[in-house]
């Protein structure tokens, strides 16, 4: 079983900047390297994509339109932990930020499964 932790949320004002980290681990997972992404819920909403990142070589990276420009998602060299630096924060990002992995790389192996960690709450006050 894969277990996502989240930490680095916090309250900030507008035009602040937070760096939220997500690190994976699982029994038989110790060389796995994950795809992972970012998802967020505001108060009263349905949760929506921030970011993602791809394990392998290319490193693929996609942004919800909010999040293009402001912030910024990267891996360490592992590939077991995720940052999204978020900058020029606004109200509006108010959220718990939550980390999700759809699958991970163990050699020539992909496998695939849906974890989610338990969110980091977001707070910026105008």
């Known amino acids: 079983q894969v277990r996502l932790v989240e930490s680095g949320g916090g309250s900030v004002q507008a035009g602040g900047s937070l760096r939220l980290s997500c690190v994976a681990s699982?029994?038989?997972?110790?060389?796995?390297?994950?795809?992972m992404s970012w998802y967020r819920r505001a108060p009263g909403k349905e949760r929506e994509f921030v970011s993602s990142i791809a394990s392998d070589p290319l490193g693929t990276i996609t942004y919800a339109d909010f999040a293009k420009g402001r912030f910024t998602i990267s891996q360490d060299n592992t590939k077991q932990r995720v940052y999204l630096e978020m900058d020029n924060l606004r109200s509006d990002d108010t959220a718990m930020y939550y980390c999700?992995?759809?699958?991970?790389?163990?050699?020539?192996?992909?496998?695939?499964?849906?974890?989610w960690g338990q969110g980091t709450q977001v707070t910026v006050s105008s």
């Open positions: 699982g029994d038989g997972y110790d060389d796995c390297r994950y795809d």
């Open positions: 999700r992995a759809v699958g991970c790389r163990d050699g020539t192996v992909i496998r695939v499964f849906n974890a």
